[in-house]
């Protein structure tokens, strides 16, 4: 069995990327969804666990560009599924005025939401990896790593 946005493999699917972005327009919700800074390098904290709603936040700036159209239709669509339209409006109303079919905005915020996923299990595997040539190279270390 699988959890809704996950693959049989645990790894990130588009729906778990839009998932963790509305988790963390939910947490502050009036987050601006252009940054002024750029955002630092994704790095998991230890081996192998998942980043958070921040972090995957972050990710999508390196993945989809600071300032892309695509980035601000991911966030856009994040922070409206947050808030109930209530900060930043409604998709319909942002669709209408920036002339884009609701079904054009809805594929492109897909596709990026899947790019970041595949950015992420690139990440993961990464992490995976370093953990698994932890366990052999120092296996009392990776014990304690495994504790944390």
Same mark, same amino acid.
């Given at each position: 069995? +699988?959890?809704?946005?996950?693959?049989?493999?645990?790894?990130?699917?588009?729906?778990?990327?839009?998932?963790?972005?509305?988790?963390?327009?939910?947490?502050?919700?009036?987050?601006?969804?252009?940054?002024?800074?750029?955002?630092?390098?994704?790095?998991?904290?230890?081996? #192998?666990?998942?980043? #958070?709603?921040?972090?995957?936040?972050?990710?999508?700036?390196?993945?989809?560009?600071?300032?892309?159209?695509?980035? $601000?239709?991911?966030?856009?669509?994040?922070?409206?599924?947050? +808030? #109930?339209?209530?900060?930043?409006?409604?998709?319909?109303?942002?669709?209408?005025?920036?002339?884009?079919?609701?079904? +054009?905005?809805?594929?492109?915020?897909?596709?990026?939401? *899947?790019?970041? *996923?595949?950015?992420?299990?690139? +990440?993961?595997?990464?992490?995976?990896?370093? $953990?698994?040539?932890? $366990?052999?190279? *120092?296996?009392?270390?990776?014990?304690?790593?495994?504790?944390?």
């Amino acid at each position: 069995m +699988t959890v809704a946005g996950q693959d049989s493999a645990g790894r990130w699917t588009a729906e778990r990327v839009g998932e963790t972005l509305v988790e963390a327009f939910r947490a502050l919700p009036h987050m601006p969804v252009y940054a002024p800074r750029h955002a630092p390098q994704l790095e998991p904290v230890l081996p #192998g666990h998942d980043p #958070g709603p921040l972090d995957v936040l972050a990710l999508s700036e390196r993945v989809l560009g600071r300032s892309s159209l695509e980035r $601000r239709l991911v966030l856009i669509w994040a922070r409206s599924i947050a +808030t #109930g339209g209530d900060v930043g409006g409604s998709l319909r109303v942002w669709c209408r005025a920036h002339g884009m079919n609701r079904s +054009t905005f809805d594929r492109r915020r897909v596709r990026a939401c *899947a790019q970041i *996923a595949a950015e992420m299990n690139r +990440t993961g595997e990464g992490a995976l990896e370093a $953990r698994e040539s932890l $366990r052999v190279e *120092a296996p009392a270390l990776a014990a304690r790593v495994e504790m944390l």
